[in-house]
């Protein structure tokens, strides 16, 4: 259970990243940033996706971040 527990606490934070860099223009391909950014996209996307499929975004803003936080900051203090 303490293994799950370091997970969630670890993808929460590859999820705060997420946010954080969506903020920010793109970087020039083929810059270290770049390949950050590809991999934090790649670990978040596949959980991200189905969210946002259900939940629109208000006005500018993709809200489907939050919700995911929320419900793994549920399932944190539930390991916890």
Do not use: C, K, Q
Not at 56 to 67: A, H
Request: aromatic share 14%.
């Amino acid at each position: 259970m303490r293994i799950l527990h370091d997970l969630i606490g670890i993808y929460m934070v590859v999820l705060v990243a997420r946010a954080v860099t969506s903020w920010f223009p793109p970087p020039a391909s083929g810059t270290p940033f770049a390949s950050i950014i590809g991999i934090l996209r790649d670990l978040t996307e596949p959980v991200l996706a189905p969210f946002r499929r259900v939940i629109p975004p208000v006005g500018m803003f993709d809200i489907s971040y939050i919700v995911v936080f929320i419900l793994f900051s549920i399932f944190f203090n539930l390991t916890g």
